[in-house]
Nanobody, 126 residues
């Protein structure tokens, strides 16, 4: 069974930093395209960032570019999201997602996934 478990969320003041982590199991992580999505209260799902299976290519939403950094450790089956210079509009539930799984793909725009975790809450507020 594909499982993704996020951690690292919390409350921080504007300008602060957080590091989210996602532990993956139940599939060949080395072959997985991994992503982070987020959802703010009352808003739709938003793609944040993705990283290829080898970690050689990273992509970011314009809203987080130059502030967030995605990374992965294929020896530990983890993917992380380092978030700096946080803004109030970054608040939301952050999900780790994979293209592995037996479910029908779900998408935010043209960014899709098959499995996602339960999410970790990020709150940016003064």
């Amino acid at each position: 069974e594909v499982q993704l478990v996020e951690s690292g969320g919390g409350s921080v003041q504007p300008g602060g930093s957080l590091r989210l982590s996602c532990a993956a199991s139940g599939f060949d992580f080395n072959m997985a395209f991994m992503s982070w999505f987020r959802q703010a209260p009352g808003k739709g799902l938003e793609w944040v960032s993705s990283i290829t299976y080898g970690g050689r290519a990273e992509n970011y939403a314009e809203s987080v570019k130059d502030r967030f950094r995605i990374s992965r450790d294929n020896t530990e089956n983890t993917v992380s999201l380092k978030m700096d210079s946080l803004k109030s509009e970054d608040s939301g539930l952050y999900y780790c997602a994979s293209d592995f799984g037996n479910t029908k793909p779900d998408c935010a725009g043209n960014r899709c996934y098959r499995t996602r975790g339960q999410g970790t809450q990020v709150t940016v507020s003064s």
